[in-house]
């Protein structure tokens, strides 16, 4: 038994985040709703004394050739000796056999393209089909993954980005208009991109809501990305009062993990409805120009699994490819 | 950064069972008793409809600069189409900063090697230091493990083994003879193997308990490494009962999947120790040549994490070697 290992380099070679991309990462959320999908909750081993912590998750659909296991890491002390604080890797395993098939050495790349896709899904289906103008609250590496996404499935114009950094706000606007050909605008403060923009993405690891629900007029679409873990928070309760649609990837994970967290008005959360659901065809997305949206996205180990299984595909496409020209 | 990938082969070409790996798995108990161990429960995902299960273990021992994730499936299925039923592979990261640093797609090797290793320890403490005759109770491979490691620490002159299938007992006798140079006898009752062995290891999958507290004689040391889920036992309460000195690796595991789980008589459960105890020299082992000596052995990530990273040396500095010879 042969185990490919392929590292950064060679998967970035074959992975695009276009719209079949998109479409794969659309699967995993069907699936949520549609199969039988075994999601074990995530394993977690703390490393306190050196402000690291690693995390396991794997998720199983049923039916489904083969799974993924995949480790994340962020270790906080990394930058200062120069290396990012965030890595990780992904196992693809027979579900038949228990045979690993392939390791994916990514540093967290397939995580990043999954959990942009997953905005781009999002949007799809929340989003107005005219929307032009995109808002983006922060400006770290899913940042610019989230606006790019954006891209692939509105007619995006022009955006807005909002950052703590001046510095690192301005290197956001610079590479993405040199990288997407669209003028970047960059705002003093978060609510100028919220009341100018048809889709906001919040991307900060912030512990107190960044977006007011003040601030959200008829039409706009919010996806909120950033809160994974217990401590953080993007969005005010307002925010999710304000919505007429409030749409998640899991109401379990939203609950311990992201913005349905610590709600005063538990309403809120029997309203809520799943991501998979909408795709599926089994609930509606938007269904007017005026309505208010909001998608909270906390990640889930399905699209680790359907993107694994899909870059393993591109690799061994090109695998074979490389041998027919030899 | 470079991630090594070792194969099995490649693995088995430099590790031995021998007196040091021996050493190192025994700083693993030690480590669980006076060091601070992160052991997070296992992950387990289930793949009913193809009779498989894929577990996940890790520990991080405080201070240790690197750690290992191991994933180890089952997969019952697997012979009918000419496949091994086990499988897995270890992950060893950097504690310091998460980084991958080595994958062994082992195959399961350095788990069967670590378990082997931790019956010698456990022989090596409890067993009287003039042990000659082994006795087995299983025909498997940990089964030819489990009584290399014994040759390794006691003066063993001969064996008995005890196996249900008959063919793969002749084949044990006919293999261990050649391997190990002691003449093997085969028994036809485990009864037989217990009654005439100085220490006698369990290595058996068994519901029901293989064992009958009735046969043990004074002096004698059993190690039941056989169970490690909820549904497996190999030791009847009767044989706790009659034991002097009842260790097991860690006591909450072997309440869960070991030999101390459903007992009749709590007081068993509190007088148990734990092997690290007993290598660290809190507590003593045997302390008479009479006594009746018991360990059960349920497995425990702090096993894999050491054995990866002894692995990891010895391939490194094979490496070096060649490197050096070029």
Redesign the interface.
């Known amino acids: 038994?042969?185990?490919q290992?392929y590292?950064r380099d060679e998967i970035e070679r074959v992975i695009r985040l276009d719209t079949r991309l998109i479409q794969e990462v659309e699967t995993a959320f069907t699936a949520l709703s549609t199969k039988r999908v075994?999601m074990?909750?995530i394993?977690?081993?703390?490393?306190p004394?050196?402000n690291?912590e690693?995390d396991?998750k794997?998720a199983?659909i049923?039916?489904v050739d083969s799974?993924a296991?995949k480790?994340s890491?962020?270790?906080f002390?990394?930058p200062k000796?120069g290396?990012p604080s965030a890595?990780g890797?992904m196992?693809l395993?027979n579900?038949?056999?228990?045979?690993?098939q392939a390791?994916f050495?990514d540093?967290g790349l397939l995580t990043d393209l999954r959990t942009a896709a997953a905005g781009a899904v999002a949007a799809g289906h929340l989003s107005r089909q005219n929307s032009r103008v995109a808002g983006i609250i922060g400006t770290g590496s899913q940042a610019r993954y989230q606006l790019q996404a954006l891209l692939a499935v509105r007619p995006i114009e022009k955006a807005f980005v909002y950052g703590r950094s001046k510095e690192k706000t301005e290197r956001f606007k610079t590479d993405m208009e040199g990288e997407l050909g669209i003028p970047v605008h960059v705002a003093l403060e978060p609510e100028d991109v919220v009341r100018n923009s048809d889709i906001v993405v919040t991307t900060t690891p912030s512990t107190e809501p960044i977006v007011n629900g003040d601030w959200l007029s008829p039409g706009v679409h919010v996806t909120a990305m950033g809160s994974d873990a217990e401590h953080k928070k993007e969005l005010d309760e307002r925010a999710i009062e304000a919505s007429d649609l409030f749409v998640c990837d899991t109401i379990e994970q939203s609950k311990r993990l992201g913005e349905l967290r610590n709600l005063q008005n538990d309403k809120l959360v029997h309203s809520a409805v799943e991501l998979g659901d909408i795709t599926s065809g089994h609930k509606p997305g938007r269904s007017s120009e005026d309505q208010i949206t909001i998608c909270d996205l906390t990640g889930t180990g399905v699209q680790d699994t359907v993107i694994a299984r899909y870059a393993f595909q591109l690799l061994e496409y090109k695998e074979e490819d490389i041998h027919e020209r030899r």
Chains 1, 2 share one sequence.
């Open positions: 038994m042969i185990i290992l590292n075994t074990p909750p394993m977690r081993i703390d490393m004394e050196h690291g690693v396991i794997s199983y049923e039916g799974f296991v480790l890491s962020g270790f002390n990394n000796i290396l890595n890797m196992i395993l579900s038949k056999t228990g045979e690993p390791i050495a540093n």
